[in-house]
Nanobody, 119 residues
């Protein structure tokens, strides 16, 4: 069982940056790691993910070019660097993990961290 804990959320002005972190309780070097978000009154949506091999990454069109995922397998952590933030990026951000390594299924989830972008 893998436990995920997000951190780094907060309040930021539009155009600013935030870096979210996700710490995993176990060794996740072979897992795909992903980020989803859920805004008030909306369904949870995919943000981005990185396969077990860090060279494979993919992002939602809405964040492509602004958000970047990186992972540190020595520390079992993954980060989401968010730049040029917009008010529509306001949401609870969730870290997730796929033991299969390629993001086909996301059985593990963190509790989420709030990101609020003011205009």
């Amino acid at each position: 069982q893998v436990q995920l804990v997000e951190s780094g959320g907060g309040l930021v002005q539009a155009g600013g940056s935030l870096r979210l972190s996700c710490a995993a309780s176990g060794r996740t070097f072979s897992y795909a790691m992903g980020w989803f978000r859920q805004a008030p009154g909306k369904e949870r949506e995919f943000v981005g993910a990185v396969a077990w091999t860090e060279v494979s990454q993919w992002y939602a069109d809405s964040v492509k070019g602004r958000f970047t995922i990186s992972r540190d397998n020595t520390k079992n952590t993954v980060h989401l660097q968010m730049n040029s933030l917009k008010p529509e990026d306001t949401a609870v951000y969730y870290c997730t993990a796929d033991p299969g390594g390629w993001g086909d299924d996301w059985p593990y989830w963190g509790q989420g961290t709030q990101v609020t972008v003011s205009s």
